[in-house]
């Protein structure tokens, strides 16, 4: 969900992709963002990428 976030997608995107719940989807970004500290998905998305916590390449 994370990687999904990291690519620019909503939460719906992430929910096409993935085949699950939006609000899975919702609980496990919110969850995420806590966890690394992030303010907004931006941020986070930002840090998961500084981190190398996911391979911006990888499709």
Known sequence: MVAG?????TNQGI??????SVETV???VINAKN??????RPQMAGMV??????DPLDA
């Open 49 to 54: 990428l500084l981190y190398s916590l996911i």
């Open 35 to 40: 966890k690394l500290g992030a303010r907004d």
């Open 5 to 9: 976030v990291a690519r620019g997608l």
């Open 26 to 28: 919702k609980i496990n």
């Open 15 to 20: 929910v096409t992709c993935l085949g699950t």
